[in-house]
């Protein structure tokens, strides 16, 4: 008898704890009711946190668990190249992510290597530094972070140091010369400034400011710029030939700066209204000319489209007047950057005065035939590639 009360009250026991744990699965959702503040469950790969509502208690919205990307880095030569490979992310196929790639050395600054739509990326360090870590980010096309608990992953992998290091037992003198770290360079800035002339060709310059590394090793900076700008020959339609387009300059170009206490420097001799692509990179260590290092050919970018040509400022040193029968535009001056001076007049035969009645295109005199009569008369300049510039003001002139 008394056995099979205890049995009775086990069974009874058992039917009670299941319907527990069964109902308390079955609340774990969006506004199911909930317990105690703050208690948090985790179902279905979402993170569920107790809230007050009211006076009601309730299971929020949840956050989702997002799986912590793993990468690998290997060296790929020397030890200065390691491939980097990311897996385990979420969002596989979602085209907008984006992964950042930075590297630091000897306990540096980290150095955004660069920002891709894909899992693997060769770093380039080219150097000698015997401490090497790496970081890997995944965000998603709104700059989120799609990673968690942490938003960054990095680890440290001891890279072997190339010959040329200094071995314990080995003196100075028998040391060859080091490789010099090419480390991109963050925190630029820029901004266009005013078009000039180069002779008669309009030209622009564009001022880059960037914060200063601290960093005792640095020797000074490379610079390297493309013009980006694109076209296409003509099609040869007897031989329905048409070429791929390709760049107007192919050339790449490479700034050295030797001192490493400039934080700025201006670009110039860059074509007007034109796309260009710079490369920023810090030198650190090493022995040797900088013009002699190679620039990585991978790393963060900056674009930019430099502005058009300015517009030419009104004529000076001109005067206005007339003789019997002829208006009569003097300049004391050539027109500056190859340009010249068109002439407009109103009234008579020039009607309205919408057309240059005549150009002055160096220092002298210009005479435009005019019957007696009162003409308006104005006069600008004409850049070499046509821009017209600021008109100076109308003066009055009676031709006898």
């Not at 401490?131 to 990673?147: G, R």
């Not at 071995?167 to 003198?173: E, K, V």
């Not at 001799?269 to 990179?281: A, H, I, M």
Request: hydrophobic fraction near 40%; glycine fraction near 8%.
């Amino acid at each position: 008898m008394k056995i099979s009360r205890l049995f009775s009250i086990l069974v009874v026991a058992v039917i009670f704890s299941n319907g527990a744990v069964s109902e308390a699965a079955v609340q774990v959702k969006a506004g199911a009711k909930c317990s105690k503040v703050g208690q948090i469950s985790l179902v279905a790969k979402k993170k569920f946190t107790c809230v007050k509502n009211g006076k009601n208690l309730v299971w929020d919205k949840g956050i989702a668990i997002l799986a912590q990307p793993i990468f690998t880095a290997n060296p790929a030569v020397n030890n200065y190249e390691w491939d980097v490979t990311v897996t385990n992310y979420q969002g596989r196929n979602d085209p907008t992510l984006e992964f950042s790639y930075s590297f630091a050395v000897n306990g540096g600054m980290w150095n955004l290597f660069s920002k891709s739509r894909y899992p693997k990326e060769k770093i380039v360090i080219n150097q000698s530094f015997n401490l090497l870590e790496i970081k890997v980010a995944v965000e998603d096309s709104n700059n989120q972070y799609v990673t968690s608990p942490q938003f960054q992953r990095q680890f440290r992998v001891t890279v072997v140091p190339p010959q040329g290091t200094v071995p314990n037992n080995s003196s100075i003198n028998e040391v060859s010369p080091l490789p010099a770290a090419v480390v991109n360079l963050q925190g630029v800035q820029w901004r266009n400034e005013p078009s000039y002339y180069i002779g008669s060709t309009p030209a622009s310059r564009v001022l880059f400011r960037w914060p200063k590394p601290l960093d005792n090793n640095l020797r000074g900076y490379l610079i390297k710029y493309e013009n980006t700008a694109m076209f296409s020959p003509p099609c040869d339609l007897s031989k329905a030939l048409c070429e791929a387009p390709r760049r107007v300059d192919s050339k790449v170009y490479k700034k050295v700066i030797n001192d490493p206490s400039v934080d700025f420097v201006i670009i110039d001799g860059l074509s007007v209204d034109t796309n260009y692509e710079f490369s920023f990179y810090l030198v650190l260590g090493g022995q040797g000319s900088l013009d002699s290092i190679e620039i990585p050919k991978s790393g963060f970018k900056i674009y930019l489209n430099t502005p058009t040509e300015g517009v030419p400022a009104a004529p000076e040193a001109i005067v206005i007047s007339s003789i019997v029968g002829n208006i009569k535009i003097s300049s004391s001056a050539n027109p500056p950057n190859g340009s010249k001076i068109a002439v407009y007049v109103s009234g008579g035969k020039f009607g309205s005065g919408s057309a240059p009645a005549g150009y002055l295109e160096k220092a002298g005199e210009l005479l435009i035939p005019a019957s007696p009569g009162l003409y308006i008369v104005s006069t600008l300049q004409v850049s070499p590639s046509g821009v017209n510039g600021t008109p100076s003001g109308s003066v009055q002139v009676t031709v006898k």
